[in-house]
C-alpha cells in the first residue's frame, strides 16, 4: 500500500541483458523487456515484488525505490543484431509498467521502441498508464511497418474501488481516454481484465460494465485471468486485504488454499469472458498473435 512517509527513490544502473525468454504456452510471445525494476504503480496485488528480493531489497519497497536501466537501449540494439536473434514477438512490461512515471524523465521505454523498429522487432506493450499517448506518433510509425499490439489492464469500473486496488494509478475515466486514443490511431488495442477479484470484481454485471467499455472505445479483444497468489503476492496482499476489506478474509483464506483458485471458479471466469467478449466484438483474438 502506499506509504506517504516515504519519499519515491529512482536510481540508476545498467543492465547486462534486456531481452528476457518467457515459457509460458499459453502467451503468444517468448520474450520480454523491462526498462525499469520496480513501480511506482503500487498494485497491491502485484505478483512481480519478488524481483526486488534479488537485489536484497523487501518486497514492500517495491514501489519506492525503481531502478531505471539507464543503458538499456544500447544493450538492446547488440542483442537484436546477433545473428541468433529471429526477431521474435517482445512484450515490453512483463514486469513492470513501461509507462509508469519514470518514463517521463527517462523516456527508456520510447528509445526501447525505436530500437525494436530500428531492429525489424515486432512489439507488445502492456501498460495501465495514460503516458502511452505522448508516444503515439512513434506508435503510429511502428504499426505501419510491423506487428503491434497494445494491452491496457484494467480491474475495474469503479473509480473507488480501483484506488483501493491500484492507488497510484490513472483513474478509469483517464485510462480509458489513452485507449481511445491509442485504437482511433488504428493500433490495434486489447483490454486485459486481470486480475479479476473473487467477491470483489467477479460478477457476470461487473464484467458486462467493463466489456461495454471497451467495446466502446474502440478495443479489439478482451481478455480475464483470475487472482493468483504464488509466495511472493500472498506475503503482501493477504495482510492488505485484512486492513481493507476485512470481512473477505476468511473467504480469501479458504478459497486460496493454493496458488490459484479452484479450476471451477477459472472456468467460470474465462466462460463469461468469452461470452461477454463474442456478444460485444471484442473477441478479435487472432489479432494479438504475430504470425
Known amino acids: 500500500m502506499v506509504d506517504s512517509k516515504i519519499r519515491l527513490?529512482?536510481?540508476e544502473s545498467e543492465a547486462k541483458s534486456i531481452l528476457h525468454p518467457i515459457s509460458v504456452p499459453k502467451l503468444p510471445f517468448k520474450w520480454g523487456a523491462n526498462p525499469y525494476r520496480g513501480c511506482e504503480h503500487d498494485c497491491w496485488y502485484c505478483y512481480a515484488r519478488y524481483t526486488h528480493?534479488?537485489?536484497?531489497l523487501p518486497m514492500g519497497m517495491f514501489q519506492h525505490v525503481v531502478f531505471a536501466k539507464i543503458n538499456a537501449p544500447e544493450v538492446l540494439k547488440?542483442?537484436?543484431n546477433r545473428p541468433s536473434w529471429k526477431r521474435e514477438l517482445v512484450n515490453i512490461g512483463t514486469v513492470t509498467d513501461p509507462y509508469q512515471p519514470a518514463e517521463r524523465k527517462y523516456r527508456l521505454t520510447r528509445r526501447l521502441l525505436q530500437t525494436?523498429?530500428?531492429g525489424r522487432t515486432p512489439v507488445v506493450i502492456s501498460t495501465k498508464s495514460r503516458h502511452i499517448v505522448d508516444d503515439l506518433p512513434l506508435l503510429k510509425e511502428f504499426a505501419?511497418?510491423?506487428f503491434l499490439n497494445v494491452v491496457f489492464s484494467v480491474t475495474t469500473m469503479d473509480e473507488l474501488l480501483k484506488r483501493k486496488l491500484e492507488p497510484a494509478t490513472c483513474s478509469v475515466k483517464v485510462r480509458f481516454k489513452a485507449i481511445e486514443k491509442v485504437a482511433a490511431a488504428g493500433i490495434t488495442v486489447g483490454i486485459v481484465m486481470s486480475p479479476v477479484f473473487p467477491y470483489l470484481t467477479d460478477s457476470y454485471e461487473t464484467m458486462d460494465q467493463l466489456v461495454r467499455a471497451a467495446a466502446d472505445a474502440g478495443v479489439s479483444y478482451f481478455l480475464a485471468d483470475s487472482l493468483n497468489l504464488r509466495r511472493s503476492a500472498r506475503i503482501y496482499f493477504m495482510p492488505y486485504?485484512?486492513?481493507?476489506?476485512?470481512e473477505l478474509t476468511p473467504q480469501y483464506e479458504q478459497l486460496y488454499r493454493s496458488d490459484y483458485v479452484p479450476r471451477e471458479k477459472l472456468k467460470e471466469i474465462k466462460r463469461m469472458q468469452l461470452e461477454l467478449a463474442a456478444s460485444y466484438g471484442v473477441d478479435k483474438y487472432e489479432?494479438?498473435?504475430c504470425e
Open 144 to 146: 505501419s511497418s510491423l
Open 9 to 11: 527513490e529512482i536510481r
Open 53 to 56: 528480493e534479488y537485489l536484497q
Open 287 to 289: 489479432l494479438m498473435r
Open 78 to 80: 547488440k542483442e537484436l
Open 116 to 118: 525494436f523498429l530500428d
Open 241 to 246: 486485504l485484512k486492513e481493507t476489506f476485512p
